[in-house]
T-cell receptor, first 113, second 114 residues
Framework: DGGITQSPKYLFRKEGQNVTLSCEQN?????MYWYRQDPGQGLRLIYY???????QKGDIAEGYSVSREKKESFPLTVTSAQKNPTAFYLC????????????FGSGTRLTVV | QKEVEQNSGPLSVPEGAIASLNCTYS??????FFWYRQYSGKSPELIMF????GDKEDGRFTAQLNKASQYVSLLIRDSQPSDSATYLC??????????????FGKGTKLSVKP
């Protein structure tokens, strides 16, 4: 079955550490997205990509980095520059324009310890 | 910045009643409209989409779109406790810049009381 897979489900980060969240899709979607969700809050866009080797900053890109070396994969690195990284991270994918909506992964919950 | 507005709730309805969720959007160029359901601690799940003015029914769910008024709604008939969740309205606006291709409202929390 086609879908979008995020791993790990839970991740713990020490102060000053970089961590990478994985997102893989087999839906043949051109566009992929990373969102952050804080408790009781809406979705905030971090980065998105519509084509391999190209990506655009969302509203809260500072402290994060991404790569898109393959159409199927869009990993997110939370760097030590992100001062408040504890949150629920959601990856999504869509057709190029998103006219049919997004498909979301199951999410990664990141906690700073 | 394009906007999608929803009443944050919580909206509380008794079991068996009709729940009505509303959403307004700011950009007339929007092409398609979506309702996602998000249970606590889970990811959003697409439950309805609508492209044309009027009503679209799927089981107990009806989506309503009025492009002239820039208004989208979701009706849930015969509400069940399992419908208790946060409902996100999303609007497609290709070329949305730093907001991506879908702009999301902050969600309305629905509570269905047995």
């Amino acid at each position: 079955d086609g879908g979008i897979t995020q791993s790990p489900k839970y991740l713990f980060r020490k102060e000053g550490q970089n961590v990478t969240l994985s997102c893989e899709q087999n839906l043949n979607h051109d566009a992929m997205y990373w969102y952050r969700q804080d408790p009781g809050q809406g979705l905030r866009l971090i980065y998105y990509s519509q084509i391999v080797n190209d990506f655009q900053k969302g509203d809260i890109a500072e402290g994060y980095s991404v790569s898109r070396e393959k159409k199927e994969s869009f990993p997110l690195t939370v760097t030590s520059a992100q001062k408040n990284p504890t949150a629920f991270y959601l990856c999504a994918s869509s057709t190029l324009t998103g006219v049919n909506g997004y498909t979301f992964g199951s999410g990664t919950r990141l906690t700073v310890v | 910045q394009k906007e999608v507005e929803q009443n944050s709730g919580p909206l509380s309805v008794p079991e068996g009643a009709i729940a009505s969720l509303n959403c307004t959007y700011s950009d007339r160029g929007s092409q398609s409209f979506f309702w996602y359901r998000q249970y606590s601690g889970k990811s959003p799940e697409l439950i309805m989409f609508i492209y044309s003015n009027g009503d679209k029914e799927d089981g107990r769910f009806t989506a309503q779109l009025n492009k002239a008024s820039q208004y989208v709604s979701l009706l849930i008939r015969d509400s069940q406790p399992s419908d208790s969740a946060t409902y996100l309205c999303a609007v497609n606006l290709p070329g949305g810049g730093s907001q991506g291709n879908l702009i999301f409202g902050k969600g309305t929390k629905l509570s269905v009381k047995p």
